[in-house]
């Protein structure tokens, strides 16, 4: 059985475990955290073994999950790098390696979110020795639904073997897509479910401006927003299509959106996606 160790007991390991409580995996599904009240809540909800101990989470680890903060990896994996050097930890059984005095080489996923794989692989070991081996993934919290979207990205000399074992582990929370590293942060700030979130609480709330109750405000927004969405990815219809249908020249829909469009919809939109591309550069010189 491969056992699974997330480092990092926050929002998105906690909506990954949801998810796969969904399915019927074969992991053993570990959690560290400095955190003693989030390993008990999470253990309590998830049934998942807890490890308060880095060095024992990482000594049970064939795959190892970083799930911190893109402010705090730094420190995170400096502390690894100075466990991994005095004891050495497990490995998935399909990583491929040359013959070593040690262990084989584990396999690292970091989701810290714009930190790069040229400064993961600084961490865990020498370059000519390393003790890690590292993948990159942007799970969304959509996947404690079981409905997910994942981004991954590889280094070139990840073996094949461990890239089908990320592809794997993140498809048991829904769609895993393979994108270039260069085109990563431009992903993560596009696919965020804040998107949604934010414009439907946006909508909602201008509905209830014009009169509508709170809770049917939100469902008029979550149709118009979500429903609306999946007739597009479920449907073989084109977005432009759809977009003429449900604006008629002359009607509401028409007069609301060429509204929104001369108050600086589009370009309130180009500024948020490029602050948070700055924000995933920010993060890469943490």
Known sequence: MTTVVFIGGGRITSAMLAGLNLTQHDYRLVVHDRNPGKLRDLKKRYAVATAPDLSSALKQADIIIIAV???????????????????PAKVSSGAKAKPRTSTPIPLAISLAAGVPLSVLSKFGGPARDPALSWARAMPSPVCRTGRGLTAVTFPRNLSRANRQSVHNFFSRVGQVVEIPESKFDAFTVTYSSSHGYHALATLAKAAQRVGLDRNTALLASAHALADGISAWRDGNISLQSLLQEAVTPGGIAAATTSAMDAAGYERAVRQGIAAGLRQARANAGK
Do not use: F, K, V
Not at 80 to 87: E, G
């Open 69 to 87: 903060r893109p402010s705090s990896i730094r420190e995170l994996l400096c502390a690894i790098t100075n466990l991994m050097s005095r004891t």
